[in-house]
């Protein structure tokens, strides 16, 4: 099963672009990067999901090196509402790998 | 679409007390979740679903129960209950493994 490790906390302000990465190294052919974004007393909400290379939608970017060892979810110009933890997730689509697990997480604290 | 919908919002019960938290979901997912978490910590998985009929059981089902009779709903049973089962519980489904969507949460004390 593909473990990932991600750092405790960031902090980051208003403004600025922040990078979240997740180590991953033991990833399996078939496995994909998803990442979660919780607020505090709410569920955990989808943002990105990747497999390689690079991903956008409206809300974040997902960049994976060929190796795809980790991965680096990117906020751009974040806000205070950013505010949350972000969890890294590693699996199989089709089965349930550990994809049923989450970590930690990172703690993302911005600032004015 | 309502979602992932749970209740009660909150309760707390005495120790040795019984309940089941309600997860229902209208996006006709195959695969429904039980997830916790304590303060400041991460989710821990207690039993998941692949489909009605089906359960297995996660990192923490000690203390736990479940039932899937239809795709809607996911029941988790709590029997004499500890104090260690204070947490925030957390009902999920998805069309696959990712992209789960979450419920609003359970908030459940125990004393």
């Known amino acids: 099963l593909a473990k990932t490790t991600q750092p405790i906390s960031m902090d980051s302000y208003e403004g600025q672009e922040v990078n979240i990465t997740c180590s991953h190294n033991?990833?399996?052919?078939?496995?994909?990067i998803t990442w979660y974004q919780q607020f505090p007393s709410q569920g955990p909400r989808f943002i990105i999901q990747g497999y390689k290379t690079k991903v956008t939608n409206e809300v974040a970017s997902l960049f994976i090196p060929a190796d795809r060892k980790s991965s680096t979810l990117s906020l751009p110009r974040v806000s205070l509402s950013d505010t949350a933890v972000y969890y890294c997730l590693v699996g199989d689509l089709n089965n349930a790998g550990n994809m049923l697990t989450f970590g930690g997480g990172t703690r993302l604290m911005v600032k004015p | 679409n309502a979602g992932v919908t749970q209740t009660p919002k909150f309760r707390i019960l005495k120790i040795g007390q019984s309940m089941t938290l309600q997860c229902t979901q209208d996006m006709n997912h195959n695969y429904m979740y039980w997830y916790r978490q304590d303060p400041g910590m991460g989710l821990k998985l207690i039993y998941y679903s692949v489909g009605a009929g089906i359960t297995d059981k996660g990192e923490v089902p000690n203390g736990y129960n479940v039932s899937r009779s239809t795709t809607e709903d996911f029941p988790l049973r709590l029997e004499l209950a500890a104090p260690s089962q204070t947490s925030v519980y957390f009902c999920?489904?998805?069309?696959?493994?990712?992209?789960?969507?979450f419920g609003p949460g359970t908030r459940l004390t125990v004393t």
């Open positions: 999920a489904s998805s069309p696959r493994w990712d992209s789960k969507y």
């Open positions: 033991n990833i399996a052919t078939n496995d994909y």
